[in-house]
């Protein structure tokens, strides 16, 4: 049945990625191809949720001495889950085993990597095995929803045991995906589909870490209500590293007409009025591929009440600070004149860019928590709720992982969109869930093992987002439901802080937030009480219409939405394990069909 | 094998629990038994250290429809792990199940509870069954060292699944055993062992909840040096609940002679010359039994150079406030002039009595820790360390878990001795470790789901103690070594939750310390910042000979130790489930013989 199925790389799959759409399917299960190294290793997958396993099938070109596969927390050698294919010279051997902290590898007292063939072939050996998604080992991997980091490395050499095997001195390599993404069709894109390409012309880069492009443009003078239904990046050939995230924002229609500007967003050239052009048309970001909307809806754009001016912003992450660097980039809308059922829409969750929300330096896990209250969803949305069909999280590099979860009275409900294994490299639409709407509260937890200050929230690369951009419909007012922590609070505890320690430190009133959080001395007593800080002090609400104007209410000094009950982990079904599991290596005659 | 091992009943096996002596036998396996209901179960069971697991053999007399057996957190019948013999009328059926939160009993996914016979003899139906210690499934409780709670219920009628069984209308019951008790043999009393009956005659029980009685009492004259080797409570009849624990502490020799007295510990008629009579003898609790030294050791008293008096103190728990309750109760020693190798001493760890360390209100898991420091130990113990053999858990009545460990150089290294379910009714001298000593940690757990405030620590049964007595040899001078956080340190927590707090609590400078908590208001900010405080303010170190003296040093606003590595719970280790498992429900020829 393998060798019938349809294959596909997996960077032609694109597109919001449903769990219930692919459920009626039943039992079919999904494929997916990945290139680990060109010319040398490939991977297939195929996952049965009915069964809660995976299937994978692994092409070995032009096979040495072996090959080890499997997966990590972060992509590491470390820690890591893994099979390995290895010959003592003699046999060949395949094996379920696991890399020690110091990347040495063992054979795994439970083989739950189950060879079911080996197979010698014109393009090289074809290895089938499979494994449940949880095994209950505690030296193995969870396969869950969210990034997977594949491990691979290239044996070149016999190898007496799995112990001789020395990692450092193997080609290895990783590789991000998402094994968990079932195979939903790319809805189709109508006959009448047009595109138009959003791009900055011929951007000088600045030579500086961090710039926000702004850009703007326009649509054509009476160009009429269209739905976009796909979008994807365009980037400029040789600045794949340069690009690190971009939007098309439309304009609001309170002004008649909008300055034309290229330039930095934070220029004291840019027009005032260009802040009021913050309606998301598009939200694209590193490693993301294209953005299929579903066939009953699509982004409305174009026709009367709607401005024809457009702001696209280029996130430029310059680390080396190349100069005389020239760009393009931009996004390629896919747009259609016949209207589809539901006007779709984009809300920002998350955290305020502020740097009242900062992370304590050599933290290897700590959270910050973004409300959207059920005060501005109630105000917001339509009775019915709204369905949320993609979710793009983000992060700068200290993210780890990212969750959104709705809650209702105090009790969270359902998951929106997880990432146990969240890279900031890595950010795809992903996870679909039904509609309403109470609380959705989106957490991100940071690691700043290498930092030595504190990480404040803002824009440059150095300082810290947690968002989630969520695709929906029906289309509301609402632009952004984000939180912070209310700022006097926060001043309250540099103060208590300046109190418990003897060394005095600056909370002069002149000193800014950034300022006062590098001069807080980090002991535990300062890194637990801003955690109960945030646990406890009230929030303030950005509560915002696409027009940049918050809805009305008080949006200060409001509670922290209480959550008295929190979604248990799903206990993992530890598979039932046979005589059909061996109890160690399994000998391979490779070439020679089954094992 | 079985019908010939020797039993005995559990309550004849006291004294010190010593893995160390059990692994002497080899795979040799202690055998145990407790009577569950008198006349109706009886409960014997056999460890295997080698193989981790526990075979248990359950002798139901006048077997009716069935019987549930099994353990759970405290005791309660909810969150059980159960093994249920029933019937359906027609057959009879074996199966490992569990019970819910809302005592709903279920068939366990896995079947770990594999039953080796069924047998009905002239006593009764004999059900033979094993279990691993660790089984790896998330419904299943962990055998570990420590308290067990038995539970077992009787059915009086078929039922036609195990989900049709109502817990809440069967004759229920609990147990507290320590399942993995090795079998240590009884030291031998020597030929020449004379006994001593330390007692308050014909005491008046104050109609008070917490009475600490004091009474002063003497060894003849001339009485030479010996050895206890044993000793045990003598109990009033009757009073068994109102004896909540005894100790007999020596004076100290400082003084030629010490008033005679017997009343209320904190009476003002009580002579100041009594806090002078705080060297340990033996101390029991509620629910210890027999305590025996080991063979090569013995508690030193009498002779030269140590005083003739002695102070018994009785702790009576009178929460009905019962008035004109008389009591005799008391400790008999068991002593002999034949000394011993080695001196035995006891040294107190943990908390000291004072209010300064409390749990907030409405707390399921709130840590409280005191610290014996390596300045206290290095000051104090002899450089080759010293062997502690056993050791009695201490707190009232909302502890839940109790552990003291020991660290050098910022690592854990060695638990001295845990207990996960820790009931203060059961409190009895267990584990044994060697040597050494630098810091040695005792951390309590609370439970105060249903106080309305703090519960500060002190001597009332309503506040809380956190205390290990650790029984060891060589004897030193080192009687108590224990800790509280600095009251400076305490009073700017109150000050900062009062700054953080809109509304004003009394943090007057005349309130005491219990009035400044009872005025707290118990949010998640004061909750998490009193956990700070704990975990990062320096400590006043209690570092004290027998005579009530400190060692000489400073030991105010001492650094807390800090814990770079704590050790790791173990990797359970999973049992290989093979075809010997059955998938479900075992059915049970019941007196036929084997199933």
Redesign the interface.
């Known amino acids: 049945a393998w060798g019938s199925s349809r294959r596909c790389r997996w960077a032609s799959i694109p597109g919001p990625n449903m769990r219930e759409a692919a459920s009626m399917y039943g039992t079919a299960v999904a494929i997916f191809l990945v290139i680990l190294v060109a010319g040398t290793l490939e991977l297939s997958w195929n996952v049965s949720y009915v069964q809660e396993d995976v299937h994978f099938q692994l092409l070995v070109r032009g096979l040495k001495a072996g090959v080890l596969f499997g997966m990590s927390d972060r992509g590491e050698l470390e820690n890591a889950d893994l099979v390995v294919l290895w010959t003592d010279g003699g046999r060949s051997y395949f094996a379920d085993a696991w890399s020690d902290q110091k990347g040495r590898i063992h054979l795994d007292?439970?083989q739950d990597y189950q060879l079911l063939q080996a197979q010698g072939t014109p393009d090289g050996l074809v290895l089938l095995f499979k494994r449940p998604f949880a095994t209950?080992?505690?030296k193995d991997y969870l396969i869950e929803d969210g990034t997977v980091h594949l491990v691979y490395g290239i044996l070149e050499e016999p190898f007496q045991s799995l112990e001789a095997i020395n990692i450092s001195s193997l080609h290895t390599g990783l590789q991000r995906v998402q094994l968990l993404k079932p195979e939903v069709p790319t809805p189709a894109v109508p006959a009448d589909t047009r595109t138009m390409e959003i791009r900055a012309p011929d951007v000088l880069i600045p030579s500086e870490e961090t710039t926000y492009w702004c850009y703007i443009t326009e649509l054509p003078q009476g160009f009429p209500r269209h739905h976009i239904v796909m979008y994807e990046p365009i980037i400029t050939e040789g600045n794949e590293a340069l690009v690190h995230h971009m939007e098309v924002f439309q304009c609001t229609a309170t002004f008649e007409s909008f300055p034309h500007f290229s330039g930095p967003c934070d220029s004291k050239m840019k027009p005032q009025r260009l802040s009021y052009c913050r309606h998301v048309l598009a939200a694209w970001a590193l490693g993301a591929k294209a953005f299929y909307y579903p066939e009953e809806a699509g982004l409305a754009f174009g026709g009367p009440g709607s401005s024809r001016y457009l702001r696209l912003e280029v996130h430029y992450h310059n680390p080396l600070k190349i100069p005389g660097r020239r760009d393009s980039s931009g996004i390629r809308l896919y747009y259609t004149a016949t209207l589809r059922r539901f006007d779709a829409g984009i809300m920002e969750l998350g955290l305020v860019y502020t740097p009242v929300m900062a992370i304590p330096p050599k933290e290897t896990a700590f959270v910050l928590t973004g409300y959207c209250t059920d005060k501005c969803t109630q105000l917001a949305l339509p009775s019915s709720g709204v369905h949320i069909f993609a979710s793009q999280l983000h992060t700068h590099l200290t993210g780890r992982k990212v969750v959104t979860v709705l809650a209702r009275d105090g009790r969270e409900t359902e998951i929106v969109n997880r990432d146990n294994h969240y890279s900031p490299h890595f950010q795809v639409g992903r996870r679909v869930t039904p509609p309403p709407g109470d609380v959705l509260i989106t957490s991100c937890t940071y690691n700043t093992e290498d930092r030595k200050l504190a990480t404040v929230g803002g824009f440059g690369i150095l300082e810290e987002m947690c968002v989630n951009y969520v695709h929906y419909y029906p289309q509301t007012q609402l632009e952004l439901c984000k939180s912070a922590v209310d700022p006097g609070?926060l001043q309250?505890y540099f103060?208590?802080v300046n109190?418990?320690n003897s060394e005095d430190f600056c909370t002069c009133p002149q000193a800014t937030v950034p300022q006062q959080f590098a001069s807080v001395p980090w002991?535990?007593?300062s890194r637990?009480?801003l955690?109960?800080?945030y646990?406890?002090?009230p929030i303030s609400m950005h509560c915002n219409r696409s027009s940049a104007v918050r809805f009305q209410g008080e949006w200060d000094l409001q509670p922290l939405p209480e959550i008295v009950s929190t979604l248990e982990e799903p206990?993992?079904h530890?598979p039932?394990?046979?005589?059909q599991s061996p109890?160690g290596p399994t000998v391979v005659n490779i070439g020679r069909g089954r094992a």
């Not at 039932?576 to 005589?579: E, K, L, V």
């Open positions: 007292n439970q209950c080992d505690p609070f309250k103060h208590l109190r418990f002991n535990s007593f637990d009480v955690r109960a800080l646990a406890f002090a206990t993992p530890c039932t394990r046979g005589a109890a």
